[in-house]
């Protein structure tokens, strides 16, 4: 992992806006849970939970990303712990990658086929250790899938890792 440069928080959550911020699917999520915008919900509901904004967060190149991010763990979404989770608060992406129902996803699938290499993955390194996934879960699994298919994804990509100070992520997530 080759750092880049350091960011502020607002430079990773204008690339979170630039992956979500203007799709009419993830706007009309925000609505249905009760924000007024897509910024609000990803704001109060996600990111000052995780306290985003006091990570010390920076910019770096993985050079296998596939297998790195196999080692990640998804963030404690409480969508994701109900549908891919078994109801634990997480599960690494090698794990989730083995499961039918994430191999299956089409959004997934044309990841895999046609990976956004241009998109940035933002994720929380705590301090036990353990890399949590925060933005890009549906890019995360497809890195993770090519790894168990044994098929890496082929060059470099960049991501915004924040350094966390807080000893757990809650779960975040429907209409809290």
């Known amino acids: 992992m080759r750092l880049i440069r350091p960011l502020e928080w607002e430079e990773v ?26 910024a609000d919900w990803r704001i109060n509901g996600y990111a000052r939970r995780f306290e985003c904004e006091k990570a010390k967060w920076a910019l770096y190149e993985i050079e296998n990303p596939s297998e790195v991010v196999a080692a990640w763990f998804g963030g404690p979404f409480r ?10 608060k997480t599960k690494s992406f090698a794990e989730l990658a083995q499961r039918p129902e994430i191999a299956e996803l089409p959004t997934i699938q044309q990841r895999m086929n046609d990976y ?19 933005e890009g879960m549906h890019r995360a699994c497809a890195l993770a899938r090519m790894a168990a298919e044994g098929r890496p994804y082929p060059g470099k990509l960049i991501f915004a890792i924040g350094t966390s100070s807080l000893a757990e992520l809650l779960a975040v997530g429907k209409n809290d």
Not at 17 to 31: L, S
């Open 13 to 38: 959550f204008l690339e979170w806006y630039k992956n979500e911020g203007e799709n009419p699917d993830w706007i009309e999520v925000a609505k249905r849970r009760g924000h007024a915008t897509w």
């Open 79 to 88: 969508s994701w712990i109900e549908r891919h989770y078994d109801n634990e």
């Open 116 to 134: 956004p290499s241009e998109s940035v993955i933002a994720a929380l390194a705590m301090p036990d250790g353990r890399t949590f996934v925060i």
